[in-house]
């Protein structure tokens, strides 16, 4: 087990999907229950002793500023966030990453699966439901080889929003950043990395819905309704 240095919290999206409730507020400070995505998130990380965390900021990042104050957070600004995918917030933050849990900013925990330390890298829940979400794809070995990012009517170990990346991995990400595509996600920097040095790359099981998040306007408005 590998104990967690640091977190990085990516909220530099828009949240496009939930149309109007994006569009003066960005999607990881919508409280449908009373608290942000994202107070919720920073809350269970210093619950696990997990104190030293970044969160990347883009749309509109100014909103996030009041962060630093309430919890001793540092905002990342990633001025990229517009010009490609999640991984130019990688690119922001990659002098801070160590052995760091990286997690998505509009997520929801149900209790708290966060863990201080571990062995594993890529979290992902079995699932026999209709779930709109990347599947795993693994080798023999049992390291992560890629994705079916079209999952939904299928059965398998369904992607969940939470990745942690050991020293030796970092170190091979930040040299092919230079020329990884910055329209591509996270992931694929990280696997394609992973498998360039020869790195494991394993997963993480959670409970089905321990780690979750809303992608419409109905689903938002379902959840915040059924407190």
């Known amino acids: 087990m590998i ?3 640091n977190a990085v919290i990516l909220a530099a999206g828009r ?3 939930l149309k109007h409730l994006t ?3 960005p999607k990881p400070l919508l409280a449908p229950r009373g608290i942000p995505f994202i107070e919720d998130i920073i809350l269970k990380l210093k619950e696990k002793q997990i104190n030293e965390i970044y969160v ?3 749309y509109l990042g100014e909103k996030f500023n009041y962060l630093e104050e ?3 957070v540092k ?3 990633n001025t990229e966030w517009n010009n490609g995918n999640n991984v130019t917030s990688i690119n922001a933050v990659k002098d801070c990453l160590s052995n760091t849990l990286v997690l998505n900013g509009d997520i929801i925990l149900k209790g708290n699966p966060i863990q201080n330390e571990y062995e594993s890298s890529l ?3 079995e699932s026999n439901s209709n779930i709109d979400e990347w599947i795993v794809e693994l080798n023999k070995e049992g390291n992560v080889e890629g994705f079916i990012k079209e999952g939904l009517g299928k059965t398998g170990l369904y992607q969940r929003e939470i990745i942690f990346i050991t020293e030796p991995l970092v170190k091979v990400m930040k040299e092919n950043l230079a020329t990884f595509d910055m329209e591509e996600y996270q992931e694929y920097l990280m696997i394609d990395s992973a498998k360039q040095a020869k790195i494991p790359f394993k997963t993480f099981e959670v409970g089905e819905r321990t780690i979750f998040d809303l992608d419409t306007v109905e689903e938002f408005e379902e959840y915040a309704n059924s407190k």
Do not use: A, H, L, N
Request: proline share 0%; charged share 30%; net charge positive.
């Open 123 to 125: 979290t992902y829940v």
């Open 56 to 58: 990347v900021v883009g």
């Open 70 to 72: 309430k919890f001793g």
């Open 15 to 17: 949240g496009s999907r």
């Open 23 to 25: 569009s003066e507020t």
């Open 3 to 5: 104990k967690v240095d």
């Open 75 to 77: 905002i990342i600004r």
